[in-house]
């Protein structure tokens, strides 16, 4: 069974940094598109990033491009999501989840129904 493990959240001053993690196990396919999605409450959840395992691919939304990365672990179906220069609005709960088509597209990687798995989020506050 797949499951999607987020980790790496907290409470963060405005202009620091999270890296948050996404461990996915279960997954038998040789390749994967994680894309990061966060989510206020009475808000829709919003697509912010992805990255596809087969060539490396990352995919940012304007908003996050230049104080957010993503990379990931070439051993185990690991993905890291490097937050800097973190602003209140940042705060939301942050879910990892897998492209069904497993790879990101450069177009839609934001869009949550291109996504089948989801793991259970992780809070991010940036509050000082």
């Known amino acids: 069974q797949v499951q999607l493990v987020e980790s790496g959240g907290g409470l963060v001053q405005p202009g620091g940094s999270l890296r948050l993690s996404c461990a996915a196990s279960?997954?038998?396919?040789?390749?994967?598109?994680i894309g990061w999605f966060r989510q206020i409450p009475g808000r829709e959840r919003e697509g912010i990033s992805c990255i596809s395992k087969k060539d490396d691919a990352t995919y940012y939304i304007d908003s996050v491009k230049g104080r957010f990365t993503l990379s990931r672990d070439s051993t185990e179906n690991t993905v890291y999501l490097q937050m800097n220069n973190l602003k209140p609005e940042d705060t939301a709960f942050y879910y990892c989840a897998l492209d069904k088509y497993l790879y990101c597209s450069s177009y839609a990687f934001n869009r949550a129904d291109r996504y089948n798995y989801w793991g259970q989020g992780t809070q991010v506050t940036v509050s000082s």
């Open positions: 279960g997954w038998t396919y040789d390749y994967y598109g």
